[in-house]
């Protein structure tokens, strides 16, 4: 076999349309564009330059809209989609089975801590897929909605994402800026003829995907693969899918489920199927994704993303248990799952075993991840497994990679770690850090509040808790300080209405119960 | 206090009706079981446990349409047959006797009744007990199901006074005289004469109009006070067997706060003895025979617990903290039950023993007694989330608890013999339901011990140990990377703690570093620290928040708390955009009002992002800083050169015009 010879620059005789080719397998989708450009301007009519630029345009945006899904504000305000109003607990995204109280699955709200959606918190943050605020909260949906939709990680003060704001921007984005790019120019859609392209199946897949991924107008898209379906006599399963992806991303769930269901009868295929529970997961009919991910993973049995997608599904469902299982199935088939080493190693944290904990973070941090976050939880575990030596450089690294608003949970873990080694002053410094970079961080005000009563400034206390509490009604530790501070000062009436919200936001927690009970007896006793 | 000891049994898996009741048939091993109407197994589908821990489901009837307290109800052998029957009455006049499952005989009642008691006027063969209803101040008696005669309880003297102010405002035409009488009668009462009735209502009538309406309608009528009756009970003549011959014991409300036992004979025509106490009584409990020496423990509704001794009232009473809503006497022992959960128990001679807590208020409280049994006493409590609990060993056991469904509470309850069962449980409920359980055979009321019979599917926690203890504590297993990182920590512990120590310091250094530049630069943060600038107790923390989505109008909120003890005059908050120019901010500077202490106000600043200059590209969010300033008063000072606290406000990106 000929060894084959470097390509050299003088070497025009290569085929423009195999060099456009080549390159597009090299994933060097730029000079791609440019090859096909200059192959389309010598002859427009060159359907196979027309078809590979499609392609490249494609792939050079392609998103996976799986992982991503972005609700806007509006879409996550005027959901109509949900089907019951009053569901049963476990039955829809909204109720999840009320927290861990339920047959031990997972440690308390006493130990691990609840986001603001009032599940616990998660090892892994996936763009605002689990956005939907559970029914049990006490801010009204707007404060609820514009704290979710604002994006993971930043302070909540940050911009809500407004309606598929992200789609959007991207496709004008990068319209912008290929028209400055020489070699390609954007595709004219308005003027083609679907009927002609519906015959030639192969252009017109290329054109569908440039026109769902790039262009991002599905109604085209939809015309385009309905021709297109009906010329293939409904027997392409592809072309049911992309049908149902722009009934989706138009909000037509009905209709994409149906399309769907019909790819699926004819070939299922892993990305089908995950698509459909999609679809149910945005009419909050949780138990009809999981049975269609069980049907999926029976086909394919071990497939990842089937597995990842049911685990966070259970995960959504508070029901961590099951998730966890599957978590530890992904890993033991794809070791490098960053999701579900983090799942795994935030739920080891939290369940008592930080040993365990550190070993998948040390795993991810050979993967190579080398993020403020992994750092932070890295020192975090060290410090709790008792390796000392190790905990306080992992927090210094993690400051030193962070930027601005991801620092105030590093300062305030570095506050925890201070209280516990004793040093009060160390973390009365780190949480107000934490709080002049984030001042909305509410455990921060809650840790704040509970060192200033050390220092005997009761009413700086009481203004943090109160703080803090306005801040975060999920969390239960800033009322119940509060309504503790209150019976102390002999403020009964403040203390049972605090009491109350502590046990809202916790109803096992035992020590507001107690609280409770003292203060009913001070009660009666008038 | 003594510890509640656990019996409570997880309810056993559900066996289908037949199957049940086979077995049951067969545990029993005798045809006595079966016969008899109190043996009917008809139970619905409801009630599917057949077996809860010693109670054997005997009949349920769920619409029944009988609500009635525990003195409303009785079982008696009316016919002299051996199948005793139940007896019930309710507040809507209503007299029901049912024999096995089915209602035997109903009949109307005259007033609304107070209690119902059976008991056995003389010793006749076949002994036929007579029935006897207290409603108002009379009581009637029934026998052979039929009415026989009624007893009406005497008047009670009424002071003379009272009387001749009566009399005269009977002579006088309407409206006359009637301030008078009001001021007598005032003047009666201070003195501390009871009054009747009719003079209660006129002196609580405020309205001078009112008062002759009032006046007018007593005319005519003849003044007499009569006694209402509160509760009755039974008590042996002479000899202690359930067919002896009893006298009854009425206990009435006299005047407001006063009370009489009267003692009536056997055949209810004669008042053998009248004891009169303060307070009227609710519940009152016989122990003892008439003739040798008895006992009545009486509870009045303004929680005393009295008793009468042979007669006497005896000076000792038990006074409680809440009152009582429930008396049963077993033995040597009193158990109240108080409205505050609680049952506390005394010794007779008065000597208070222990208490038991409830989780929820009781609702009746009865007392078991069984001869045939070696522990022949235990106590019944019912609740209000419609528990029915079953306190052995004087009430230090809980022996056994189960739950009524469809979250029904029970009103009544009465043990005795039903049909031929003699440990027959029947149970009112707050629905209307009558509800019949039976003490199993095999049970002995005494707290579950290994090999001892409660009932299948208990667990053997006897004694004071409660069920908590059995379950295990969750802690997570050891894993064996736990084991090497011991090891490890224990090798090389020294370079551990040096490493550490050394860590530590350099982070300490870090942070005091960092807090320092933080407040070099007054206040990075919307929280900022105080300044302490001399200007005397300024305690002022400032927050900020942004309203507004996309802008370009913004509203940053201040939330100015003072913190401090004094008022705080002269303030004004300034602001200004960072960089300049981006926000236009109305209003750029505000005087604030004064500032309270304790309290927090807010200021809203609107801010407009105004389109770059020039028609650039946008430039991004930028910063609102908001300075607290001390204004400079005319003659008095000069205004300090440092504001009293900072923030800066980092504005979102908006998505323009």
């Known amino acids: ?526 | 206090m003594i510890s509640v000891g656990s019996g409570a049994t997880a309810p056993d898996p559900l066996p289908p009706l037949e199957e049940a009741i086979a077995k049951e048939r067969d545990d029993a091993a005798s045809p006595a079981a079966a016969g008899g109407g109190g043996g009917e197994r008809s139970g619905t589908q409801d009630y599917q446990q057949r077996k809860s821990g010693p109670w054997l489901h005997a009949w349920h009837d769920p619409v029944a349409g009988m609500v009635c307290f525990s003195q409303h109800m009785c079982v008696a052998d009316l016919h002299g047959d051996g199948d005793h029957r139940l007896v019930l009455v309710d507040r809507k006049k209503r007299i029901r006797i049912y024999r096995g499952t089915s209602i035997q005989w109903e009949q109307r009642l005259l007033e609304p009744p107070v209690a119902v008691q059976c008991f056995y006027h003389d010793t006749a063969t076949p002994p036929i007990p007579t029935l006897v209803v207290a409603a108002g101040h009379q009581l009637f008696i029934y026998r052979h199901l039929q009415p026989y005669m009624k007893f009406a309880l005497p008047p009670l003297p009424i002071d003379e006074r009272e009387k001749d102010t009566w009399n005269r405002l009977e002579g006088l035409p309407e409206g006359e005289g009637v301030e008078e009488a009001f001021n007598q009668l005032m003047k009666l009462r201070e003195a501390g004469v009871q009054l009747s009735r009719r003079s209660m209502d006129l002196l609580a009538v405020d309205d001078v109009a009112q008062r002759a309406k009032t006046a007018e309608e007593h005319k005519g009528v003849p003044l007499v006070q009569l006694p209402a009756i509160s509760c009755m009970e039974t008590l042996r003549q002479n000899i202690d067997q359930p067919t002896g011959v009893s006298v009854v014991v009425v206990a009435a409300e006299a005047f407001s706060h006063k009370g009489i036992i009267f003692i009536l004979n056997p055949h209810v025509d004669k008042i053998l003895r009248k004891v009169e106490l303060d307070g009227t009584p609710a519940f009152v409990h016989c122990l003892g025979l008439y003739d040798v020496e008895y006992r009545l423990t009486v509870a009045t509704r303004d929680g005393t617990v009295h008793t009468i001794k042979n007669g006497a009232l005896l000076g000792s009473a038990v006074e409680l903290e809440t009152p009582c809503c429930g008396l049963v006497r077993l033995d040597k022992f009193i158990f109240v039950g108080c409205m505050d959960s609680v049952i506390h128990v005394y010794h007779f001679k008065g000597k208070k023993s222990h208490s038991i807590h409830l989780p929820c208020p009781l609702t009746t409280l009865t007392g078991l007694s069984l001869p045939r049994l070696r522990v022949q006493r235990a106590l019944l409590v019912t609740l209000n989330d419609g528990q029915v609990r079953l306190y052995g060993n004087n009430g230090k056991d809980l022996l056994h608890s189960f739950s009524l469904l469809n979250d029904d509470i029970v009103t009544g309850a009465l043990f005795g013999q039903y049909g031929r069962e003699e440990g027959a449980l029947v149970l009112s409920c707050k629905s209307g339901a009558i509800l019949v359980k039976i003490l199993s055979r095999t049970s002995t009321l005494e707290p579950a011990r290994s090999g001892s019979s409660l009932s299948d599917g208990e667990e053997a926690t006897g004694g004071p140990v409660p069920a908590e203890q059995d379950v295990p504590l969750n802690i997570p297993k050891k894993t064996r990377l736990y084991v090497e990182q011991m090891d490890r920590e224990r090798q090389s512990a020294v370079h551990m703690h040096r490493t550490f120590q050394r860590d530590l310091c350099r982070l300490r250094l870090k942070t005091a570093r960092a807090y320092v530049s933080n407040l070099v630069d007054m206040g990075q943060s919307p929280t900022s620290v105080p300044s302490t600038s001399g200007a005397g107790e300024a305690h002022l923390s400032l927050t900020a928040d942004v309203i507004g989505l996309t802008g370009p109008h913004f509203d940053v909120q201040l939330r100015i708390h003072n913190a401090g003890s004094h008022a705080l005059s002269n303030v004004c908050v300034m602001c200004v955009s960072s960089p300049p120019g981006l926000y236009a901010l109305t209003p750029a500077m505000a005087p604030l009002p004064l500032l309270l202490p304790q309290h927090t106000s807010v200021h809203t600043i609107r801010a407009q992002e105004q389109p770059p200059e020039g028609g650039g590209a946008p430039t991004g969010a930028g910063q609102v800083r908001c300075f607290v300033v001390r204004m400079a008063v005319e003659g008095r000072g000069h205004q300090a050169a440092r504001p009293l606290t900072t923030v800066y406000v980092q504005m979102p990106i908006s998505e323009g015009g």
């Open chain 1, 1 to 526: 076999m000929r060894a084959r010879a470097p390509l050299q620059p003088q070497d025009k005789k290569i085929n423009p349309f195999f060099h456009a080719l080549s390159k597009y397998r090299r994933h060097q989708y730029d000079d791609c564009l440019a090859l096909c450009g200059s192959l389309l301007r010598q002859n427009s009519r060159d359907q196979a330059a027309f078809v590979l630029k499609c392609r490249a345009i494609t792939a050079k945006h392609w998103l996976d809209d799986l992982e991503v899904e972005v609700e806007g504000l509006a879409d996550a305000l005027m959901e109509d989609n949900v089907a019951a109003t009053a569901p049963r607990p476990g039955t829809s995204l909204q109720r999840p089975l009320s927290s861990a109280q339920q047959a031990g699955t997972g440690p308390s709200q006493a130990v691990r801590p609840v986001s603001a959606t009032g599940r616990p918190v998660t090892g892994f943050t996936r763009p605002a897929t689990s956005a939907r605020p559970t029914s049990s909260q006490q801010r009204d949906l707007i404060t609820t909605a514009m704290a979710m939709s604002a994006r993971p990680g930043t302070a909540a003060s940050g911009r809500p994402v407004t309606s598929a704001g992200r789609l959007v921007r991207l496709g004008t984005a990068s319209m912008a800026s290929l028209g400055t790019d020489g070699g390609g120019e954007t595709i004219q859609v308005d003027g083609i003829d679907f009927h002609k392209y519906a015959k030639r199946p192969e252009i017109a897949k290329a054109l569908c995907d440039y026109l769902i991924y790039f262009l991002r107008q599905p109604r085209k898209a939809l015309d385009l693969a309905a021709e297109a379906t009906r010329e293939a006599s409904f027997a392409d399963w592809w072309w049911k899918e992309r049908l149902g992806k722009c009934y989706f991303q138009l909000g037509l769930l009905r209709e994409a489920e149906k399309q769907f269901r019909s790819s699926i009868g004819n070939d299922s295929r892993v990305v089908t199927n995950l698509e459909l529970a999609r679809v149910y997961l945005k009419l909050d009919q949780p138990n009809a994704a999981l049975e269609v991910y069980q049907k999926a993973s029976e086909k394919f049995p071990g497939d990842i993303s089937v597995t990842v997608s049911m685990a966070r599904l259970y995960e959504d469902l508070n029901d961590s248990q099951k998730s966890i299982g599957l978590y530890k199935r992904v890993v033991a088939r794809d070791p490098v799952n960053a999701e579900a080493l983090a799942c795994l190693a935030a739920h080891h944290f939290y369940s008592d075993q930080p040993e365990v904990a550190l070993r998948f973070c040390r795993r991810l941090l050979l993967m190579g991840v080398s993020s403020t976050e992994l750092w932070n939880n890295l020192g975090l575990a060290c410090f709790y497994a008792a390796q000392y030596d190790l905990a306080i450089t992992c927090l210094d690294r993690a400051l030193m990679l962070a930027d601005d608003g991801v620092s105030a949970e590093v300062w305030y873990n570095i506050g925890q770690v201070g209280i516990g080694v004793g040093d009060l002053g160390l973390s009365y410094q780190s949480f107000k850090l934490a709080l002049s970079i984030d001042p909305n961080h509410a455990e921060s005000h809650t840790n704040l509040g509970v060192l200033e009563l050390r220092k005997g400034n009761i009413e700086q206390a009481q203004l943090a808790f109160s703080h803090a509490s306005r801040l975060a009604p999920h969390l239960y530790e800033p009322a119940y300080n509060s309504a503790l501070v209150a019976f102390k000062l002999g403020d009964f009436q403040d203390a049972f209405n605090k009491a109350n919200m502590a046990l809202q936001a916790y109803p096992g927690h035992h020590e507001s119960k107690e609280l409770l009970k003292q203060l009913k007896l001070q009660f009666m006793a008038f």
